[in-house]
């Protein structure tokens, strides 16, 4: 019985080798939070390791975000992290957290959402970021894990953070600004790159709802409204990563496709 959309047996996808493998897709409006006041990216990822060669920061990967490196004024959007499961600088440790963050054009310290699970090599999941215009919610494989509150007040469900030291009593705040960096898969910022397989990638310039990201993990079902990118990453040869919704198809850098065995 199907249970779920994930790759199976002959479905093609993409792999990148976790050194220099990587999509670069040109930069839209539309895959910006600030355009709208909302977005949802979606995607199949599969992790074919848990420590990463090329990491930065605390011990993370940028496998999938908008945004140059920090301190590029104008740049900074949204990116998603997979953290190594050992040798995390944080305290406490973060083993294989993945998170879904929004940022202020400068960069520096962003407001997201995460969960953190046990993983294994070589299983495919399922991860969709959400922003509205005060809050980033995170989903695995259809089900809603958590919410956080990037901008505003809390609605008691969703906690706001605050500024490090000395300035811990002020709420870290973040407010979106379309910038002109590309869309980049497998990595953001050219920093850190991810080991292994990704698959159908989309982004909508809406916030989805916990329904549609449910349809989403176990039929497939993708909605239409607002759907503004659709990388299926399918094709089995050539360069090129086609965008089926909108033709901002983006170039291959090293990346090689294979067959879900």
């Avoid at 980033?136 to 505003?152: E, H, L, P, Q, S």
């Avoid at 094709?235 to 990346?255: K, P």
């Amino acid at each position: 019985m199907v249970t779920n959309a994930a790759p199976r047996q002959g479905d093609i996808y993409l792999k990148f080798n976790g050194l220099d493998n990587y999509i670069e897709i040109p930069s839209s409006t539309d895959y910006g939070i600030a355009t709208t006041g909302e977005l949802a990216v979606a995607a199949w990822i599969r992790p074919d390791t848990l420590n990463f060669s090329k990491w930065e920061g605390t011990g993370y990967v940028h496998w999938l975000g908008k945004g140059e490196g920090a301190g590029d004024v104008g740049q900074q959007e949204w990116a998603f992290r997979i953290y190594n499961r050992d040798g995390t600088t944080e305290n406490p440790p973060r083993p294989n957290r993945i998170s879904f963050y929004a940022f202020n054009p400068e960069g520096g310290l962003g407001v997201g959402s995460h969960f953190q699970d046990t993983l294994r090599e070589g299983d495919w999941m399922f991860v969709v970021g959400v922003a509205d215009a005060s809050r980033t919610a995170i989903y695995r494989d259809g089900r809603y894990r958590r919410c956080d509150t990037y901008r505003g007040a809390s609605d008691g469900r969703c906690p706001i953070h605050f500024r490090p030291p000395p300035n811990n009593n002020l709420q870290l705040e973040v407010t979106p600004v379309a910038g002109g960096s590309p869309l980049r898969l497998a990595t953001r910022d050219l920093k850190s790159f991810f080991q292994g397989g990704i698959s159908r990638v989309r982004i909508w310039n809406r916030a989805l709802s916990a329904d549609e990201v449910s349809a989403l993990y176990v039929s497939d079902t993708v909605p239409s409204n607002g759907l503004v990118g659709e990388f299926l990453l399918n094709a089995d040869t050539g360069t090129i990563a086609t965008d089926t919704v909108r033709h901002n198809d983006g170039a291959i850098l090293g990346a090689s496709w294979d067959v879900q065995r």
